[in-house]
């Protein structure tokens, strides 16, 4: 497992001799992840929360041989009517038809249970922000990913109805993980581990 922080560690420049958790590097972005999913040839993986599919992409194009589930209930919510729903899905059904991809139409906590404990090499949590959701997100979506594998997420960061920090630290926290890193260089970060 060391050569697997070794990598992250050369892809974000980060240096491992720090105390402060998490780490962060000097460098890097989500779309570095996604280049560090493919450099370590990861080829399962799931994106949870889609919306249009413009991530989803960015994975499968970094790994041309990734098989990616892609999980989002594209259904209307206070922010999206139905029409931009639909127009949403369809996005994402046209962006993903070139990828073994597959759309997986429901809520997180019902389509994790079709997925079978360590079968990912990565999970990549973008749904709900409340904390809530959140820590149940990252308790059903672990025991998913292999270990050797990555759990991780987007939105890092702090605001008004966001409780990613929390959620990610208080897991963190609660389960010794360490180290566990974020990137630097995105305007709404990302948080991983290694399982």
Not at 35 to 45: I, M, N, R, T, V
Not at 49 to 56: D, F, T
Not at 110 to 138: C, G, M, R, T, W
Request: net charge negative; aromatic share 14%.
């Amino acid at each position: 497992m060391r050569h697997i922080h070794e990598a992250i560690w050369t892809k974000f420049n980060i240096d491992p001799r720090t105390d402060n958790l998490p780490f962060v590097g000097t460098i890097g972005t989500r779309d570095d992840l996604a280049q560090l999913f493919a450099e370590l040839g990861y080829k399962k993986g799931a994106e949870v929360g889609v919306r249009e599919g413009i991530y989803s992409e960015i994975l499968c194009k970094a790994n041309p041989d990734l098989e990616l589930f892609c999980i989002d209930p594209w259904e209307p919510t206070f922010k999206y009517t139905p029409r931009k729903t639909r127009r949403l899905y369809q996005e994402t059904v046209d962006r993903m038809a070139p990828f073994n991809a597959t759309l997986m139409k429901g809520y997180s906590l019902e389509v994790v249970k079709n997925i079978p404990d360590k079968s990912l090499d990565f999970v990549y949590i973008d749904a709900l922000h409340e904390f809530d959701p959140v820590i149940q997100d990252i308790i059903h979506w672990v025991p998913k990913v292999v270990p050797g594998g990555i759990v991780a997420g987007h939105d890092f960061c702090h605001f008004r109805t966001g409780g990613v920090v929390f959620a990610v630290e208080a897991y963190t926290r609660a389960h010794n993980i360490n180290p566990w890193y974020v990137t630097r260089h995105d305007k709404e970060p990302s948080w991983f581990w290694v399982r």
